[in-house]
């Protein structure tokens, strides 16, 4: 094999393709990228198993072959050439000698066909979305799935398409994240569980630009994300996802709206009076004058005031001030609108459009 | 005792004492900050028993006092108010009322008279640098101080006033730096050892402002660092300094000249095929060809070749690649110089003015 690129080129391809790296395994051949020139197109392949990236990249092919080469040296050596052309050649012995400028690098490579190559995809049932709503979505909804293996359902994401809209959904047993995209076109119902870590890789690869699309294409066990040059495989996450909709309600006692980044700033003044260890709840103090936010913990005290329109009963409830800050520094809209029933009841964050439902569980207090 | 402030300026003068709150310590009142208003100016005091800072910080007295408050807890608090006025008053119980807006906290505080001031020094011997001067000098040399007790005068660097010459030297068995600045003024003779913690820390908090000045007070056993509102003391290391002059020389049978960054780049790239464990020299063979810069280890190899300026002998020498970096990484010259005698002794990269001399010791290969 004799490839050249120009590293720029390269060094995003292959920053593109590390997101499929695992950071431990115990499979050396997984640690590595494949770079396969073997046809007319020039494509590096990673693969962890659960997700796959494959991406194009523009060079020229002197020699056709393949090769797959460690895949942090790899990047740490094209990040430190200079910028200028890159050339890749492979020997009988499997060497990878990489030149540019004056600087020849000979590192050990593995056979290409040691690596396995993504899954075979059907392309039949897709949607189409901008890069900036996938990456949007994601944000707005990955801070609510489930950390632990516990419940493998709760690690990943609901994408569900029904009637050209795209909801995607996250929960974790004390919140549930709901945001909903209306698709610019016609799609078939689909109805698929997506890892978690699939999600928050393909985060950072997409650009999030507005005008960029990314087809998404469903199978009954793969999702594929294609954008651009590249193209991520990743498993599904197997079984029937929770009915989410059986645990919203529009009914409240109490409404009040509120200027988010005030009612922002003021929790994340109270956490700074909590240590990891103690769980003190954040009280909330709704009246006809307003809104206390009030904290009492080991370290000391805080009390606020916010100003607020309020409909409905006067209520005190408390919450574990995380779920809020999270929900909040996702949310956009300089007001927001929080509904509540009494204090052992969900609070619902949620717009008026139906772009967005954050449900909280209080603590008791 | 009650005061107000800026909430910027507050928080300014709380970043700069910090530096000298220690990390861990046996003694809680050291995690204070002392906050002293019992005479006409209110001053923040930090104080680990090696290094101790002082500022000023403009406010209002409304009521004298002081108090000793929990460094982190303080600093935190005060970041994430609001921009406006701050007002801080104590109780009875020694509790801290930190006022914002809207924002009440109330916190523990402890006697201010639990707290350690900061020694009385003498200030007869002085010499004035700028802030920028004082910056650089600390960042040019404080690298090659050791990292372990071991040997406790290698972890302070010399400072030398001489003929109205500042000199500057670390070293830690392995190589020497020494930077040397002309002082503006006539002064008298010091010698001094100061703790290489001490220099980090004041160079976090120095501006770096050419047209800043700072006074640097010189006693038997402290230093003191006066700059803005600013006063940072430090004990001494206490021991007679290495004799550097005498592992200098000027004598050389090969000298270079090359560019820097260049040889800079190349040795970076060298050390990407070294890990922590392995300790592989990087070889350079200086030839009237030029110079070719090579290393071999268990990951692969490297070879590059850099255009030099060469005079005298050809020579073939191995270096920690560390130990090359560091020093280049300092020196703002586009051009280098390097002399070397032969393959076992000392190499020197020095400028011909006599600002800077790096000694660096070669590996045997």
Redesign the interface.
């Known amino acids: 094999m004799k490839l050249s690129f120009e590293k720029s080129a390269l060094l995003s391809a292959i920053s593109i393709v590390m997101k499929a790296v695992p950071s431990r395994t115990t499979m050396p051949i997984l640690e590595c990228i494949l770079m396969d020139a073997s046809e007319d197109e020039i494509k590096l392949t990673a693969n962890d198993m659960e997700l796959g990236i494959e991406t194009k990249v523009a060079g020229n092919i002197l020699e056709h072959g393949k090769i797959a080469i460690d895949a942090k040296?790899f990047s740490?050596?094209v990040r430190?050439?200079?910028d200028s052309q890159v050339w890749i050649e492979t020997d009988d012995s499997l060497n990878v000698i990489i030149n540019c400028e004056?600087?020849?690098?000979?590192?050990?490579g593995k056979p290409g066909d040691e690596f396995s190559y993504l899954p075979y995809i059907e392309r039949d049932h897709y949607i189409s979305v901008s890069q900036f709503t996938l990456k949007e979505i994601i944000r707005q909804t990955i801070f609510s799935i489930a950390a632990n293996e516990n419940n493998k359902l709760m690690t990943g994401e609901l994408f569900e398409v029904k009637d050209d809209c795209l909801k995607v959904v996250s929960l974790d047993g004390h919140r549930i994240s709901i945001r909903n995209v209306q698709l610019k076109d016609h799609y078939e119902d689909e109805k698929v569980i997506v890892p978690g870590k699939t999600l928050t890789e393909i985060s950072k690869i997409l650009s999030g630009e507005t005008e960029k699309e990314v087809l998404i294409y469903f199978t009954s066990n793969h999702i594929l994300f294609e954008f651009d040059d590249t193209v991520v495989v990743s498993r599904l996450i197997e079984g029937q996802y929770f009915n989410v909709n059986q645990m919203l309600s529009n009914d409240y006692e109490t409404k009040l709206s509120l200027n988010k980044q005030e009612f922002l700033?003021?929790i994340?003044?109270a956490v700074?009076?909590i240590r990891e260890s103690d769980k003190k709840p954040i009280i909330i103090t709704i009246t006809d004058n307003g809104m206390e936010v009030a904290i009492r913990s080991a370290?000391?005290?805080?009390?606020?005031?916010?100003m607020i329109h309020k409909e409905g009963k006067d209520i005190t409830i408390g919450f574990n001030p995380k779920f809020l800050i999270d929900a909040l520094r996702v949310i956009d809209d300089e007001t927001v609108d929080l509904y509540m029933v009494n204090s052992k009841a969900p609070c619902f964050i949620r717009d008026g459009e139906g772009r967005y439902i954050y449900l909280i569980l209080p603590v008791n207090i």
Chains 1, 2 share one sequence.
Do not use: D, T
Request: charged share 30%; net charge neutral; hydrophobic share 40%.
């Open positions: 040296l740490e050596i430190k050439l200079p004056k600087s020849n690098f000979k590192i050990a700033n003021s994340e003044r700074l009076l370290i000391g005290s805080l009390q606020e005031e916010i």
